[in-house]
């Protein structure tokens, strides 16, 4: 069974910067794709980035390119999610989410990871 846990989400200032960790156990991380998506309420989870098993492509919404990077380190089990220029539309509960054998048309579909994380809070203020 594979277990992720983010962390690093806060309350920060339009403009600043903030890095978010997933660490994952369980399971062969090497193997996995990695994705963050982010959720407000009332709303569909949203896909954020993705990363493949090898760590060398990148995926990105169009709302966050040039903004954020998403990166993973197969020796640590830790995916990571660098926020630059942060904006009050940014704000919402960020999950990590994995899974093996994810076509690559597919990962920015939520349904295609089979393990979440229980999310955590980044909240820009204007």
């Known amino acids: 069974q594979v277990q992720l846990v983010e962390s690093g989400g806060g309350l920060v200032q339009v403009g600043d910067s903030l890095s978010l960790s997933c660490a994952a156990s369980g399971g062969t991380f090497s193997r996995y794709t990695m994705a963050w998506f982010r959720q407000v309420p009332g709303k569909e989870r949203e896909f954020v980035a993705a990363?493949?098993?090898?760590?060398?492509?990148?995926y990105y919404a169009d709302s966050v390119k040039g903004r954020f990077t998403v990166s993973k380190s197969n020796a640590k089990n830790t995916v990571y999610l660098q926020m630059n220029s942060l904006k009050p539309e940014d704000t919402a509960v960020y999950h990590c989410?994995?899974?093996?054998?994810?076509?690559?048309?597919?990962?920015?579909?939520?349904?295609?990871?089979?393990?979440w994380g229980q999310g955590t809070q980044v909240t820009v203020s204007s």
């Open positions: 989410a994995s899974n093996y054998d994810v076509p690559v048309i597919l990962r920015r579909s939520p349904s295609r990871y089979a393990y």
């Open positions: 990363i493949s098993p090898s760590g060398t492509s990148t």
